[in-house]
T-cell receptor
Framework: NAGVTQTPKFRVLKTGQSMTLLCAQD?????MYWYRQDPGMGLRLIHY???????AKGEVPDGYNVSRLKKQNFLLGLESAAPSQTSVYFC?????????????FGPGTRLTVT | GQSLEQPSEVTAVEGAIVQINCTYQ??????LSWYQQHDGGAPTFLSY??LDGLEETGRFSSFLSRSDSYGYLLLQELQMKDSASYFC?????????????WGLGTSLAVNP
């Protein structure tokens, strides 16, 4: 099993450009999440999904959109990139079950907006 | 509100024992989780405490006391490879409980 994969691993954008970050998981997890991580800020939830066809906003959703058309994929879109969106983006997934909702993370995408 | 507090940095020497604390202010939650993240890497799950008490997994142990709103991660026989950031997280049992509430992380430096 590949677990959680993310593409691309690195990307540099100019202000105003758009892009889509791809996340895929092969563990049949119901829940998927997009986080951003900035120095000293920990992990901040952007959007999440509790199942195919559903999405919901997290703490910092502005400037991002998501889609979950297939259970195994969760896409994060930046319509008009801004320097404030320079960050490391992590995708995660978890089982739909009681307990700790252990989250499995992808390797991250390092995005720089100039 | 709901928040988790951890020390920002902890330093220890190889072979020693270190305790990373997590205090929380939340109305209720299912349990306390711990994650490890090495520089440049992704967070990985370490442990989960659903009940009060100590959970042991090899050199790592995690403790929860709901009455004291407190938990900790204990790392024994420290190794250089334990240098990483450690995050505590809880899943609230009220409202939208599909999300985790995360602490800001503790950076552990293990010196020779």
């Amino acid at each position: 099993n590949a677990g959680v994969t993310q593409t691309p691993k690195f990307r540099v954008l100019k202000t105003g450009q758009s892009m889509t970050l791809l996340c895929a998981q092969d563990m049949n997890h119901e829940y998927m999440y997009w986080y951003r991580q900035d120095p000293g800020m920990g992990l901040r939830l952007i959007h999440y999904s509790v199942g195919e066809g559903t999405t919901a906003k997290g703490e910092v959703p502005d400037g991002y959109n998501v889609s979950r058309l297939k259970k195994q994929n969760f896409l994060l879109g930046l319509e008009s990139a801004a320097p404030s969106q320079t960050s490391v983006y992590f995708c995660a997934s978890s089982y739909r079950s009681a307990g700790g909702y252990e989250q499995y993370f992808g390797p991250g995408t390092r995005l720089t907006v100039t | 509100g709901q928040s988790l507090e951890q020390p920002s940095e902890v330093t220890a020497v190889e072979g020693a024992i270190v305790q990373i604390n997590c205090t929380y202010q939340t109305s209720g939650f299912y349990g306390l989780s711990w994650y490890q993240q090495h520089d440049g890497g992704a967070p990985t799950f370490l442990s989960y405490n659903a009940l009060d008490g100590l959970e042991e997994t090899g050199r790592f142990s995690s403790f929860l006391s709901r009455s004291d709103s407190y938990g900790y991660l204990l790392l024994q026989e420290l190794q250089m490879k334990d240098s990483a950031s450690y995050f505590c997280a809880v899943r609230p049992n009220a409202g939208n409980n599909r999300k985790l509430i995360w602490g800001l992380g503790t950076s552990l430096a293990v010196n020779p």
